[in-house]
């Protein structure tokens, strides 16, 4: 009997990896073509390596972290390692989490990722689908929406977010070689957070 | 001695400097080529760097030389999971030209924060002047 915590940690990385080489195509046409793979071999080893068992979702949040900083390689490495430890922390000692938690979680993750990335939102990165996803998932919250509804907003903002990241230029990572010719395109971190929120709401709402 | 960690996402190109720098260096045994993963792979790894940082201190401290994007995040990554225990940073500079100034300035027994400017001041350096 494996824990939820583990199960949408599962859920997470079965997406990723079922969506491997899509997700190296888009890095293919903006950048080195490695984004698909990289995030799928983390994500192997971190299902391999996390305590099927155990409900500690601080600490399954924070070993996913570390596994992905070291097994990822790419900048993905670094921005999710850092994205899921500094989750890790919010939830740390927890079992079970709130709508709000949602929230704190939220914050925790963009400030890590801005931090890591020196990213604001607009510059064609995963904050272009993780920025819009939570300040949807925070009105909703705040406006007294189900959890349901809230999962449903923050996707849909996710997904018109990484739609936003076809029409504008990379100013950052490898995409930003390109300069012009990154329009077009969607980026293909947006699309993997977007991939990760997706499975927490379909994990969720069950 | 000032340590010198030179991070690629390859092995080859920071093995590569590693050559160049140590002709200009051979009596220094604190560079370190931290490039790739660890299974020879291209890529960055945090855990990598963070041993070759540890591995290249002498008490001097360490300068890191980091080539594209991800290679900066993952020595930031390191550094901070170092804590305070080894002075580090991370200089600002191209890999390959910084990686050569920075292992001749540290074997002239320069200190970290020389060391770190010489490596900088590899990024204005003209090549046809």
């Given at each position: 009997m494996s824990s939820k915590i583990y199960d949408c940690i599962e859920m997470i990385g079965n997406r990723i990896i079922e969506n491997k080489d899509f997700l190296t195509e888009l890095d293919r046409e903006i950048g080195d073509a490695d984004h698909g793979i990289n995030m799928a071999r983390g994500f192997t080893e971190v299902l391999a390596i996390l305590?099927?068992?155990?409900?500690?979702i601080g600490d399954l949040l924070k070993k996913t972290g570390m596994t992905l900083l070291s097994k990822?390689?790419?900048?993905?490495g670094p921005l999710y390692g850092t994205a899921y430890m500094q989750a890790g922390k919010v939830c740390a000692g927890k079992t079970a989490l709130t709508a709000q938690d949602g929230k704190a979680v939220f914050e925790a993750v963009i400030a890590g990722i801005q931090k890591r990335g020196k990213a604001v939102k607009g510059?064609?990165?995963?904050l272009d689908a993780i920025i819009p996803a939570f300040e949807a998932y925070s009105a909703a919250v705040d406006s007294g929406a189900s959890v349901n509804d809230a999962l449903d907003a923050m996707c849909k903002a996710a997904e018109e977010g990484v739609e936003y990241t076809k029409t504008i230029i990379a100013?950052?990572?490898?995409?930003?070689?390109?300069g012009e010719r990154s329009i077009g395109h969607q980026d293909p971190g947006a699309t993997s957070a977007t991939y990760t929120m997706q499975a927490v709401r379909d994990f969720i709402k069950g | 001695m000032v340590g010198i960690v030179i991070v690629s996402h390859s092995v080859k190109v920071a093995e590569g400097i590693y050559d160049l720098a140590m002709e200009m260096a051979?009596?220094?045994?604190h560079i370190i080529a931290a490039g790739?993963?660890?299974?020879?792979?291209?890529g960055t790894d945090a855990f990598r760097i963070m041993s070759a940082i540890k591995a290249a201190d002498t008490g001097d401290g360490v300068a890191v030389l980091a080539d594209l994007g991800s290679g900066i995040m993952s020595a930031e990554m390191a550094i901070e999971m170092l804590g305070d225990n080894i002075n580090v940073r991370i200089a600002d500079a191209p890999v390959l030209e910084g990686a050569i100034s920075a292992a001749v300035t540290s074997t002239s027994g320069a200190s970290l924060d020389e060391v770190i400017a010489a490596a900088e001041e590899a990024r204005n350096t003209s090549k046809l002047s």
């Open positions: 305590p099927k068992d155990s409900d500690n990822v390689g790419g900048a993905s510059e064609k990165t995963m100013t950052k990572g490898r995409a930003s070689y390109l | 051979s009596e220094n045994e790739g993963m660890e299974s020879g792979a291209i």
